[in-house]
């Protein structure tokens, strides 16, 4: 077994960074494609057995030092009573946006191992299969309510912003019904055999600290502080979030993660004792072989005074990255970082 990754998550020495990719199980791996082919999105997302197939592609074929769960962020938004599509090109849409208390009070708060028993049931597959640990993931619940309100995607939030403005409190009361969700369903994926579990924010970026402070680090703490009891590293990602960084830090998370617009460096003095993921630009990967090798160099150095490091991208894996690019970068962090 390596657990590489579970060390330095906990700040252990390590005899090399590990490293593993955000979105690593997708579309810019033909072999992923190829399964793909054969099913939809959310098929795809509701078949354990292809489930497993496609988070051990980025081990078998890159040689990453974690697997996470192939799933999305929003299946437990489906999970929880609304109806969920995925258009290709367009990417996910709720039909049936919540935006007044009669739209949440038709959500309900799920019991995970019913209604998304497929998800612990690849878990449990996945933890067989696997020499590498397991991250299971949920999304922030800030970013998971944004999807449910503005029904798919969007750049402005408008719909968002206009409810955490106007109706504070029907705001918090669906922050609070997703929390209470994601709860059940991290404490059931730590229960299926999860070594790791991640909180994707990926919108968190797009509010002002003052606002993050009320309307989403509450919801976050809440949501790690119930799963401490399982002694697994949490990790917490907050996209664009460097403005939140000491934030990020009071969520309680083990494990900081960092998007590509901080220097590392400078992000650990903010963390304290907490290990740090990342944080190297998900386009670099289209850096000549050399140039590559220098920038990541450069982040290994940078990184050396943390307290845990966990190589990552600032960001998922682009659709259109050559898998030979990121091949080349995890060579590169074993080989530079070995001590
Ligand atoms: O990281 C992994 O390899 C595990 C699987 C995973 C997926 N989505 C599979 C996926 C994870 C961890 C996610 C998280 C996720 N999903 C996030 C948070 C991370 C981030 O990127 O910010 C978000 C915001 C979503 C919601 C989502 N799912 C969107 C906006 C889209 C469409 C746009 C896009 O990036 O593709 C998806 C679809 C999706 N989720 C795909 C995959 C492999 C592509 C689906 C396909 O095959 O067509």
């Known amino acids: ?15 090399y960074t590990p490293i593993w990719m955000m979105r690593q199980a997708g579309r810019y791996l033909p072999e992923y ?5 054969n099913v939809t999105f959310l098929e795809l997302c509701k078949t354990p057995e292809l489930c497993v197939e496609v988070s051990l592609q980025p081990i078998d074929i890159l040689g990453m030092d974690a697997a996470i769960l192939f799933s999305d962020i929003l299946i437990l938004m489906e999970a929880m009573g609304a109806p969920l599509e995925f258009h290709d090109g367009r990417g996910p849409v709720f039909p049936e946006t919540i935006r007044d208390q009669s739209a949440l009070d ?12 497929f998800v612990m049931e690849t878990i449990r597959l996945l933890r067989q299969e696997l020499k590498v640990p397991l991250i299971g993931f949920a999304g922030a619940p800030f970013t998971c309510a944004t999807y449910l309100i503005e029904g798919g995607s969007s750049k402005v939030f408008w719909e968002t912003k206009k409810m955490m403005f106007r109706e504070p409190q029907l705001f918090h009361n669906l922050m609070e019904k997703i929390t209470e969700s ?3 369903y991290m404490q059931a994926q730590a ?8 909180l994707f924010d990926s919108w968190a970026g797009i509010l002002a ?72 630009d998900p386009f670099a990967l289209l850096l000549p072989e050399d140039e590559l090798r220098k920038r990541i160099g450069r982040l290994l150095d940078d990184a050396s005074s943390a307290h845990g490091h966990v190589f990552n991208l600032g960001h998922g894996i682009h659709q259109f990255t050559p898998p030979d690019q990121a091949k080349i970068a995890v060579d590169a962090v074993h080989e530079l970082s070995s001590r």
Not at 1 to 15: H, V
Not at 191 to 198: F, I, K, N, P, V
Not at 230 to 253: C, M, Q, R, W
Request: net charge positive.
């Open 191 to 198: 229960r299926a055999g999860a070594q790791a579990l991640q």
């Open 209 to 280: 600290p003052c606002d993050f402070k009320i309307f989403a680090l509450p919801y976050v703490q809440k949501i790690i502080s119930s799963l401490k009891q399982f002694d697994i590293p949490l990790i917490y990602f907050a996209n664009n979030g460097s403005t939140l960084l000491d934030y990020s830090v009071e969520s309680g998370a083990d494990v900081i993660g960092l998007d590509w617009r901080i220097n590392i460096k400078d992000a650990i003095k903010h963390v304290g004792n907490k290990a740090v993921q990342g944080n190297i």
């Open 106 to 117: 038709k959500l309900i708060v799920p019991n995970a191992d019913e209604s998304v028993g």
């Open 33 to 37: 494609q190829k399964i793909r082919g």
């Open 182 to 184: 994601t709860i059940g």
């Open 1 to 15: 077994m390596n657990n590489t990754f579970l060390k330095a998550c906990r700040g252990e020495k390590t005899d």
